[in-house]
């Protein structure tokens, strides 16, 4: 399974579709986020969308927006029938490989705070409550050109 990697300005339909088709199976359906996932961001050209897939569509996503200065990873997630594989792994080495030399924040969910210390991104702040789920600050400071 290779790594889709499209801007969002590159976007079909048929992945837009299938992008808010994961998304709201995993936050809305699964999780009972309450809050709009549509927020504008996802077709800007500086909104790098990466994803794994099989016949039924993204097994993982995320999404990199371009910030004031730095990058941010959000909207990890993993198809239900796909958990456990590692996929999510996958797309965060992804990240890593490609935009390491830049500041990387991410948003995460408390729970999930030693996986992404796993990718080098350490806790900046307190917990907090974001669409009334725990999360957290993280960052990933860049790692130099060799």
């Known amino acids: 399974m290779s790594i889709r990697t499209v801007p969002g300005d590159q976007l079909t339909a048929q992945d837009v579709y299938d992008i808010w088709k994961i998304r709201d199976a995993v936050f809305a359906v699964e999780q009972r986020v309450d809050e709009e996932d549509v927020d504008g961001l996802d077709l800007l050209a500086t909104t790098t969308h990466l994803w794994l897939d099989d016949s039924d569509g993204p097994t993982s996503y995320l999404r990199v927006l371009e910030a004031d200065g730095y990058l941010k990873v959000g909207r990890v997630c993993t198809r239900r029938d796909q958990r456990g594989k590692g996929l999510s792994?996958?797309?965060?080495?992804?990240?890593?490989?490609?935009?390491?030399?830049?500041?990387?924040?991410?948003?995460?969910?408390?729970?999930?705070?030693?996986?992404?210390?796993?990718?080098?991104?350490?806790?900046?702040?307190?917990?907090?409550d974001e669409a009334g789920i725990d999360h957290l600050p993280m960052r990933r400071e860049p790692t130099p050109s060799p």
Request: a negative charge; hydrophobic letters at 30%.
């Open 89 to 128: 792994g996958q797309l965060m080495r992804e990240v890593n490989e490609r935009y390491g030399e830049q500041l990387i924040k991410i948003s995460a969910q408390a729970y999930l705070e030693k996986w992404y210390e796993g990718f080098g991104f350490v806790r900046t702040g307190d917990n907090y």
